[in-house]
């Protein structure tokens, strides 16, 4: 089996000295113990860093052929660097790891593993997040279980390291979405999965890349390109503010037919309020549902994807075909 590592790079200049070598110790180690393929190399994305860090990629790629550049034209983000690497990398097997080694190297070996004994998704799991702080760890949970209550699958304490397959990487290159959120759409691809856990590091060199304001961002993208919920959830609005204001709307009535305690014009005035506020609501809670179908059909997200097929071919018994996926062609 041949293996890919991609590293998404984003002014890395001071981690990537020290990252290069170890990444290639860790190919080399597992070379020499036969698990992978002695082509498996490293794949570099630079993100359009501005400092040194395209010299550096370019000074190991030449010292080795087991490294391999990628310069993005301009900075395009963490996830659309990984997809970049992912979609670019030749091997049977892609692992991703960021450049700052923060995710601990010495599981890949159970992640080839894990691939060797037929899994075709290998996800990397934090055990404990002991080296964030616990405003990262807190909002993280948090996240997550807000994520989980929005219907969207995704596996907690997973970052974007992880194996994938070819059949796997396949199916990843037929979402054509632009708003990247790798780990919400790795899971529906499905395949068989599992997971490796890991201690979480320090970073090896250099200082973080994601700013608050890119993680606000990830985690934005993460609720509205996997989930219609909050559209739906002014239809319900709409639909219990409706209910409420027919009920204020009988005792605005009452109080005016039975008693003498309404003034002159209050009923007229205050009726069409409610009843209108709610009715808008709802309106637009319903043109939330056409939106909503709009965006998922603008996702042209493959509808299926078939894993294997097996049939008998005449006179020669069975035909098995593993690991080719086929996409679905829309009519
Ligand atoms: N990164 C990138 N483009 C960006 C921001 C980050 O390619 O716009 C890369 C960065 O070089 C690193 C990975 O994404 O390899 C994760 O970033 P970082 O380790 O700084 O994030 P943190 O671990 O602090 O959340
Ligand atoms: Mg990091």
Known sequence: MKLSLVIPCYNEAEALPMTGPRLRALLQDLIAKGKIAPESNVWLVDDGSCDDTWKTIVSLAAESDQFVGIKLSRNRGHQNALLAGL?????????????????DLRVVEEMVDAHTAGYEIVYGVRKARDTDSWFKRWTALRYYGLLRVLGVDILPNHADFRLMGRAAINALSAYEEVNLFLRGIIPQLGFSCTSVYYDRLERIAGTSKYPLRKMLQLAWDGVTSFSAAPLRMIAALGGIVCALSMGIAFWVLSLRLFTDRALPGWASTTLPIYALGGLQLLCTGILGEYVAKIYAETKRRPRFWIERMERRVAGSGRQEGAGNVVKQSRG
């Open 87 to 103: 979609l670019s990398a030749d091997g049977d097997a892609v692992i991703s790891i960021d450049a700052d080694l923060q995710d």
